[in-house]
């Protein structure tokens, strides 16, 4: 389900060198920002005529996708609410037509931020609830609980249950486990009942449940100011990671930069404390979306309105969308900030098959990164190769103020992205009023030239295998030449100035990799497979 960038064909030549090395040269066209970028599929705006927000969405088994949101309204696409604000959970078939719709809560604030398929085929919910009437028991009598919701295929209620104590306790991210439970990360201001351990203020909340909703563990993560959680995976090893961000310098969070900082924290399956990492500089940054990446280390996005510390790059004083790499101890591999000289943010991030990554955000730009703005906000979505260049980029929008929340990748190359709307013009139709949860289908960017043209780039080996002869077509200044492996883990980087380079590469164990070569906002690849 691989996307790629712009080609020009050329003739595949495969070189071998005394037996030791088999070389395919692959010549991809230098992308802008701009030279190549998806289209919208479809869109469609969900909610009524009140406030209507969409948290998650993901593509489902059945090549539908399921979104979790929350309502004020009581028409429209809204078929029923209990009061005030609704958890709302949206089916929609692969056409983005609804499926089917559940409104879940009392007669309070009752929102669903996150949601998973499960593998029975039906779904998990979490989200917050002040209620304690309707579809929610169990209250334990504080300002919001976290609220846990077991849904079937058809989204009927099968089980519900209140988490937390007598504070506020509010689930952002939720994921079925490997053992067929659950857990949940958030944020806690309770010491009592289902929570212990809190260390002052609102500390990060993470949960492992059972398959009914049983609490297996809990543990209170932070300090004595605001921590707040917003994502977690279990990973590779069995256990987990989560990030969010961190007002705290005390306490679990050392070496805090001010202000908030983006901070990530690694459990074992038991919920132990393993490893921690504030990052960011003095201003306010925070990490909203992580994923463990194929080299076992982690990418992570969020926003950063610093310039120092951790961060550099930075397009203005609004706030860049900052993508952060991290490596399996949680040590910063590197760091990009994106954007323009407005207001940006990022939001969601998933890793491409290419090494590369796509990310989700807003943006107020119409410089630096960003192009073509409509209005005060747009969704903005982004690829970005290994390292961090901008390959494409687009953004989605009507003159309203629009955020793009969360993005999942489909399996026709494409993506679903789901947040929330105020525009009723430009690439948005269908609104309904106030605010509306908003869907958009984004195509693969995939296209084939058939015109055979000089190659940008080249590769040939020397030395008997030993040195990679890397030439381009045009001078560069201060780039950077990566080496991927197919397990997506950098073996190799380097500086390259002019038009030549010579690569060492006979330390590489026999494999494909992949070259990438950075400028600028520009970027060339190549393929070479090591017998």
């Known amino acids: 389900m691989a996307h790629s960038c712009t080609t020009i064909p050329i003739q595949p030549v ?40 969409a948290k998650e969405i993901h593509q489902t088994a059945d090549g539908g996708y399921i979104i979790a949101a929350y309502t004020g309204s009581t028409d429209g696409d809204v078929l ?44 998990i919910m979490a989200g917050s609830t002040g209620s304690s009437d309707g579809d929610v028991t169990g209250s334990h009598g504080g300002p919001a609980d976290v609220w846990l919701v077991k849904l079937d295929q058809n989204g009927t209620l099968l089980w519900q249950k209140c988490l937390g104590g007598t504070g506020e306790d509010v689930a952002y991210a939720v994921r079925q486990t490997s053992d067929g439970g659950y857990v949940f990360a958030g944020n806690t201001t309770s010491d009592d009942w289902d929570v212990s351990g809190n260390h002052g203020g609102s500390d990060y909340w993470v949960v492992k449940v059972d398959t009914v909703g049983g609490v297996v563990w809990q543990a209170t ?86 310039n120092d510390g951790d961060v550099s790059g930075s397009h203005g004083s609004g706030g860049d969308a900052w993508v952060v790499k991290l490596d399996a101890g949680l040590g910063l591999s590197w760091q990009k900030a994106l954007g323009g000289s407005n207001v940006d943010s990022g939001n969601s991030i998933q890793q491409e098959v290419d090494g590369g990554y796509v990310l989700l955000g807003m943006s107020a730009s119409n410089n630096g990164d960003v192009t073509l703005n409509h ?67 984004v195509s693969d960017v995939s296209t084939n030239v058939e015109e055979e043209h000089e190659p940008s780039l080249v590769i040939r080996p020397g030395e008997g295998g030993q040195i990679l002869h890397v030439t381009t077509i045009e001078n560069v200044t201060d780039a950077t030449i990566c080496l991927i492996n197919s397990a997506g883990q950098q073996v190799a980087c380097e500086r390259m100035s002019g038009r030549q380079h010579a690569l060492s590469i006979g330390h590489l164990p026999s494999g494909s990799y992949l070259l990438v070569l950075g400028s600028g906002s520009s970027t060339l690849s190549g393929t070479f497979v090591k017998e």
């Open 80 to 123: 029923d609410n209990h009061g005030f604000n609704d958890a709302w959970v949206v089916k929609l078939d692969g056409s983005g037509s609804i499926a089917w719709q559940s409104t879940l809560g009392g007669s309070s604030d009752d929102r669903a931020y996150s949601i998973d398929q499960t593998a029975d085929g039906g779904y």
């Open 221 to 306: 993560i932070g300090g004595s100011d605001y921590d707040i959680a917003a994502s977690i995976r279990e990973t590779s090893d069995g256990g987990y990671v989560v990030a969010g961000r961190s007002h705290s310098m005390d306490g679990d969070v050392t070496s805090g930069h001010g202000d908030a900082d983006a901070w990530i924290v690694k459990l074992d399956a038991n919920g132990a404390l393993v490893a921690q990492h504030a990052l960011g500089g003095s201003s306010y940054d925070r990490v909203s979306s992580i994923e463990e990446s194929t080299d076992g280390g982690f990418i992570a996005i969020g926003t950063s309105m610093s």
């Open 375 to 441: 209005g005060p906000f747009d969704y903005w979505i982004a690829k970005i190769d290994a390292i961090g260049n901008v390959e494409w980029q687009l953004t989605m929008g009507g003159d309203g103020s629009d955020e793009g929340v969360c993005l999942d990748r489909t399996t026709d190359g494409g993506y679903v992205c789901c947040g929330d709307i105020k525009s009723f013009d430009g690439d948005v139709t269908g609104f309904h009023g106030a605010k509306d949860g908003w869907v958009v289908k």
């Open 14 to 53: 495969v070189a071998r060198l005394s037996g030791q090395i088999a070389l395919l040269l692959i010549a991809v066209l230098a992308i802008a920002p701009s030279a190549a970028q998806p289209s919208i599929d479809w869109q469609l705006a969900v909610g009524g005529g009140s406030l209507d927000y």
